[in-house]
């Protein structure tokens, strides 16, 4: 059961790839000797939301406002980081990944405080590894004076949940825990 669960857990962790849940708890079980879990670890992984890696065959191409939104983000590379990501950060609400978080140049005033002004741009790598490639973007786009939301692939389809596009400003899954953030809705200083 202990050695069961510490597989299980890091089958979790590592998030779903494209192979499936299987594959990776075999291959996590192979690549280092199980541990045992925390009682925290645990309970982490049960409260984690929906895995952060995103199939790609369940994207679907952005349309409409979320392709607005698209087209004006994918340079976010070019953009300022927000001062705690210098270096990634294991997150603390999107599930056993690494994170770094991006904004543009209309958001700037924003960055130490006050309301993210119309046309504010936030993007936020989610990774399996620190330095390593991301699995999904998730963004915020200020647009008509409120928040619009989005889920991604690396390269820009937009992530599915039950079928409907992870896209718009009623997002509840994005919108409920982003609620409790301290400023117009960001955590990232
Ligand atoms: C369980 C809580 C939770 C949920 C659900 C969630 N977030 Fe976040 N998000 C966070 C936290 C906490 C941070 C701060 C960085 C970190 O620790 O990941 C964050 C950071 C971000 C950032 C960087 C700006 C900021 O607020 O710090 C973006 C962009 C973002 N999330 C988008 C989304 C989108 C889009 C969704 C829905 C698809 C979503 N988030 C769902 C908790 C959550």
Redesign the pocket.
Known sequence: MGLALAVLARGLLLAVPAGGLLDTVLAGAGAAPAEEPTRAQVVRVAEA?ASPATPAQNAVPATGEAAQIVDRAKDYHSWSR?P?YQKP???????G?Y?V?W?NPAAAPAVKGGNYPEDSI???E?RRAPDGAPVSL???AKRSGSWY???ATPDWKI?TADGKP?AGKE?S??????G??PGD????K
């Open positions: 939301p927000f705690a950060k294991l997150s603390k609400g999107h599930g990944t994170v978080a904004y936030i993007v936020k989610n998730t963004v915020m939301w989005l889920k992530a992870i997002v899954s994005c919108v409920g825990c982003h409790m953030a809705m960001v955590f990232s």
